[in-house]
């Protein structure tokens, strides 16, 4: 029997308490964006700094980021071997709104192929998985490569201490290839390697008209409505066919190659899908790009947020002296947020009426990353995903954002491999998330199998 066989037959004897595992560490109510969570943050922290130590893995430490910590742990037995990093995040989101839940957020509960807790799928869950086959290698054998560990408490805020955190500490993290199983795949039946994410530039648009709100019967017609101002520039950013029209604003956007419309038309993900998933009445957009182009290798700009005069129950008859919006654009290579906001900037300047003034905030940010597929450790995971499926891996580019990718390829040089088994229905930042437990178990026999493809 091979050596990986041995581990994934330590593996599955061990499901039973591989599961209980993570329902302990789900219960830790590590809500990221909420300060009053500060305690069970370190208490996640904590926790999976202890399971690093009882599996094997040495120089397990909690580091300070000036934010929630990060953990940091260690095995480097193997000096002529690859290194590889492996990344986590122990933070969640929050469970609002508490009354859609079927199952308490924290208590996770199995049901069927199925387990229920916030945290299960993004991405304690994944975490798990990866330290699940580390582990089971550990316990049949000798490891045989190299392995560092970055588990933060950040990801769902935007990582905003991790770009200082690897200034600091580029030599310490220094890695052939990361795996980051903060992903997911298409279907169950469907493996998935994702080797691009697109960057976010986030703003707030505020619009100011009259010094108070006034009466709209008096004003109203006299004083140009700053809810209309607003709404009115929003809808001028795109024209008929759903193309941007901030100036300038595809001058940095890497075309689409022929090779990659090729590819990306191999994948599942067609029109009747994305109605499928979205409830959507009909799909928008771009009309010389598919949806599945739309959504990784073309930028966007979105509406997230509204906010003006009354919204409370009833009717009042108010003519608001202001306006917000918040705006967010998913970037592409090899947009930048700066440019963007120069652009957003721009447009504002010449369509904006008189009758108001403006700002415009920049709030977040977050980079872009391609993963070259051709490189050893996506071989290695390609060729993993194909011994436990039965099947190649689909590739694809991701319409979200996760910073840490961009941050460790520029910063450390080190590129990542994206997979997880998250599934586009487990329901990830809203009520009743939940895990696919049969992908789970085939991304640990999958993890296993890349750790002797790497040596």
Known sequence: MSDANKAIEYARANRERFIKELIEFVKIESISTNDDFKLQLVNAAEWAA??????????????????????????LKKPNAPTVLIYGHYDVQPIDPIELWETPPFDATVKGDYIFARGTSDMKGQMMATLNAVESVMKTGDFPINLKFLLEGEEEIGSQNMEAFLHKHADMLKSDFCLNPDAGAISADEPTITFGLR?????????????????SGLFG????NPAQALTELIAAMHDANGTITL????????????????????????????????????????????????????????VNGLLSGWTGAGAKTVLPAKAMAKISCRLVPDQSPAEVHRQLVKFMEMNAPKTITWEV???????????DVNT????????????????QPLYRREGGSIGVVAMLQNICGVESGLVGGSLPDDNIHSPNERMHLPTWYKNIDAFIHFFFNMK
């Open 50 to 75: 202890a399971h690093l130590r009882k599996i094997g893995i040495e120089n397990v430490s909690l580091m300070d980021t000036g934010g929630h910590p990060i953990v940091y742990g260690d095995l």
């Open 199 to 215: 960057g976010l530039a986030y703003f707030e648009i505020h619009i100011n008209g009259p010094a108070q709100d006034l009466h």
């Open 221 to 224: 017609g006299a004083v140009h």
């Open 247 to 302: 100036p300038n604003f595809y001058d940095s956007v890497r075309p689409v190659t022929d090779k990659e419309r090729e590819e990306t038309a191999k994948l599942p993900t067609t029109a009747e899908s994305y109605l499928q998933q979205t409830g959507a009445p009909a799909l928008w957009g771009e009309k010389e790009y598919t949806p599945a182009l739309r959504t990784g290798a073309r930028p966007t700009l979105e």
């Open 361 to 371: 905030k920049a709030l977040h940010e977050s980079p872009w990353a391609i993963t």
């Open 376 to 391: 050893n450790g996506i071989r290695a995971l390609a060729a993993a995903m194909e011994t436990v499926w039965g099947r």
